[in-house]
């Protein structure tokens, strides 16, 4: 009896004191750098100092720019994981906000739009990363444009991923026929649900309380 | 077999009915006898049941309320022998002391009175001398001869007043002298009364102390015999001793509060701040491991110090060792209270620059308003990162007063729930008497027409009983 007891303890004390598992945040933001959505990025400045602020010890960050051909590494601006010490953090934070700053002042616009592309880039880089919550960032009309030769007809896999579209624009020809702009937001809702993710749509940027 | 298909056994549901209803009052007016006697069986075993259960609860209450009775009595006798301990120890103290300084005392009292009887007896009055000219005088005055007479009285007088002036002075002089005799003995009078009153004192605190200890060694008594006014003290006692250190508890875990918050934040810059164990952070985990070790340390120092007795083993070390523990105890809570404010100030830097990044995130281009007095809370907070480990220390008191009279209290409320559960088992015993009876009653309800018919047919078989007994007596008469 008593050795059962001895055991039944030492199993809870085990248990207690198991890991549960990672509780950090990975960040994906892309930033569409084609056409007239250039004159939007310095909106990505903003948005990621806003993530930079909400982001603590162990977790990841990263910024890519959306242009011709997404899915590589060399479209991403910067990238970090938050050291466990705070003083490190911070030091690491503010570096990342001065590249972004860098960036935002250097950014070219770009001929075409690989969304899909980009997102793939995020996925990998978040899957990588291992992180418990996974947010890809997406700063964009959500018009794809593919050069040719391009094929982005994949399905895209998810599953434990938030997607949030940021400040998607109308274009002028949204405005001759607004079902355009509706049914665009669509098809990108219809592709992440049926990746298994959640999507949503935040357009006013002054109010990001919600999306950290 | 629904309702539906009982109505149905005629062809008219009322009728239907009706039969039932006389088959089912017949059916429990046969089995009633039966009926009544499971009801009372069930409720007689339930009620011995509780009222046996309620039985056993009373003893388990009357042994608890014994043994806590003896713990108090136990706690008390302790209690007062260590303060009878302390008694004695003190008027030992003042015994040892005035004892040692008795010889100095007794010699210094002895040269003061021969000082003071030498001076005396120096001091005493010279009577002064008698004049042996005035029967000269008279002789000579009565001499013939009136010229030589005069010359010589004249002589005489002179004579009699340089004398006399001489005299004075001289007594003058002794007098001057028996006074200045008199001042030195001055000193010695007051040493005498200076010493005097500090033997009055003493002694007057030996009787104090006594008195205190007649007064101790009554409560010790009436605790030995164990008589039920000095449990009931002791039992308030205990009650109020267990609140007053849970008070003091209390505000010492708050005090501990505010030390975890002082050092948890810069601990994520020595542990890490994404680590858990569990699903608490490391950096809160070694904190409060920190607090924890300072409050050990605490009660270590003051067991080595003999002011609480949690653990024996400290207590009877040798006066040797436990100097050193109380060293080493001592030493660890310096280091310990320096690396709390070593920890409180670099959390008054982590802060600062968390404040900068955040200002900077902000786009507010890192222009962080800088306090002039910001110094102060700094220094505030490293003054409490020293201070409250040692404040901390003092824990050890209330624990070992809250552990002690903790025993007691729960005993009392083990006692008074005890009491209660008997209570309530009586009660409920009680009821399920009650309730039996209330069965046989309800279960007899439906059938009052049978019962009324019954009693009827008894009262009847009872009257015929009578006039058979009353037609039968003249036939007996008759014979007898």
């Not at chain 2, 077999?1 to 005629?10: D, P, R, W």
């Not at chain 2, 010589?152 to 002179?158: F, G, K, P, V």
């Not at chain 2, 830097?349 to 968390?354: I, N, P, R, Y």
């Not at chain 2, 009693?455 to 009872?462: K, L, Q, V």
Request: proline share 3%.
């Amino acid at each position: 009896m008593n050795a059962r007891l001895a055991l039944s303890l030492a199993a809870l004390a085990l248990g207690s004191c198991a890991r549960t598992g990672p509780h950090n945040t990975g960040v994906y933001l892309l930033v569409d750098t084609s056409g007239s959505y250039n004159l939007q990025v310095r909106k990505a400045q903003q948005i990621s100092l806003y993530a930079l602020s909400r982001l603590q010890s162990a977790d990841s960050i990263a910024v890519a720019t959306i242009n011709t051909g997404s899915f590589t590494e060399k479209d991403i601006i910067a990238k970090a994981t938050l050291d466990d010490r705070p003083s490190t953090a911070n030091q690491q934070k503010r570096a990342f906000a001065s590249t972004i700053v860098k960036f935002v002042d250097e950014s070219v616009p770009a001929p075409y739009t690989d969304i899909t592309g980009g997102l793939l880039q995020a996925v990998e880089f978040l899957k990588e990363k291992n992180t418990s919550r996974k947010e890809i960032l997406i700063l964009s009309d959500m018009k794809e444009e593919l050069a040719k030769g391009y094929i982005r007809d994949i399905p895209l896999d998810l599953k434990g991923f938030d997607v949030v579209a940021l400040n998607v624009t109308k274009l002028r020809s949204d405005n001759f026929d607004p079902r355009l702009y509706l049914s665009r937001l669509d098809i990108w809702r219809e592709k992440v649900e049926k990746g298994g993710g959640h999507w949503r749509v935040i357009n006013d940027l002054d109010h990001l309380d919600g999306l950290l | 077999m629904s309702m539906s298909s009982l109505l149905t056994i005629t062809p008219w549901p009322i009728v239907s009915a009706a039969t039932l209803l006389v088959l089912l009052v017949a059916a429990l007016y046969f089995a009633r006898d039966t009926a009544r006697q499971v009801i009372h069986a069930a409720a007689g075993a339930l009620a011995q049941g509780l009222r046996v259960a309620s039985h056993a609860v009373t003893r388990a209450q009357e042994r608890l309320a014994a043994r806590n009775r003896a713990v108090l009595l136990a706690a008390g006798r302790e209690a007062k022998e260590r303060i009878v301990e302390r008694e004695f120890v003190r008027v030992g103290d003042t015994v040892r002391k005035d004892l040692a300084g008795y010889p100095d005392m007794r010699r210094r009292l002895s040269e003061s009175i021969q000082r003071i009887e030498e001076d005396q007896e120096k001091a005493v009055e010279v009577p002064p001398e008698a004049p042996g000219w005035a029967q000269a005088i008279k002789v000579i005055a009565e001499v013939k001869g009136r010229s030589t007479n005069t010359e010589i009285l004249e002589d005489i007088h002179r004579s009699t007043v340089k004398a006399h002036e001489e005299a004075m002075a001289d007594y003058r002089k002794a007098s001057g002298e028996r006074h200045a005799l008199l001042r030195r003995m001055m000193p010695d009078w007051r040493l005498i009364q200076e010493t005097l009153e500090r033997v009055n004192k003493s002694v007057e605190s030996v009787l104090a102390r006594a008195l205190a200890i007649d007064h101790h060694m009554e409560e010790y008594e009436a605790i030995v015999r164990g008589e039920d006014r000095a449990v009931s003290v002791l039992s308030s006692s205990s009650i109020v001793y267990f609140f007053v250190s849970a008070l003091v508890l209390a505000v010492a875990t708050a005090g501990t509060a505010v030390n975890f918050t002082l050092i948890a934040r810069p601990m994520a810059e020595m542990v890490g701040g994404t680590n858990f164990i569990g699903a608490f952070r490391t950096a809160d985990i070694a904190a409060l491991v920190i607090i924890m070790v300072e409050i050990s340390m605490g009660l270590f120092l003051m067991e080595s110090l003999r002011i609480t007795r949690l653990f024996p083993v400290i207590g009877a070390l040798s006066d040797k060792m436990r100097v050193r523990m109380i060293f080493m105890t001592f030493a660890v809570l310096l280091m310990m209270a320096s690396i709390e404010a070593g920890l409180a100030y670099m959390r008054e830097v982590l802060l600062q620059d968390e404040l900068a990044t955040s200002s900077l995130l902000r786009g507010d281009n890192g222009a962080v308003i800088v306090n002039p007095h910001l110094w102060i809370t700094t220094a505030a907070q490293m003054g409490m990162g020293f201070v409250l480990p040692f404040a901390l220390v003092f824990v050890a008191i209330p624990l070992e007063t809250f552990v002690h009279s903790l025993r007691t209290v729960v005993g009392l409320v083990g006692i008074a729930v005890l009491q209660s559960l008997a209570l309530i088992l009586r009660l409920l015993g009680n009821g399920c008497r009650h309730l039996g009876t209330l069965a046989q009653r309800l279960y007899d309800l439906p059938l009052f027409v049978p019962l009324w018919i019954e009693s009827r047919r008894m009262a009847h078989e009872a009257v015929a009983r009578s006039r058979l007994a009353v037609a039968a007596t003249p036939w007996k008469e008759a014979q007898s």
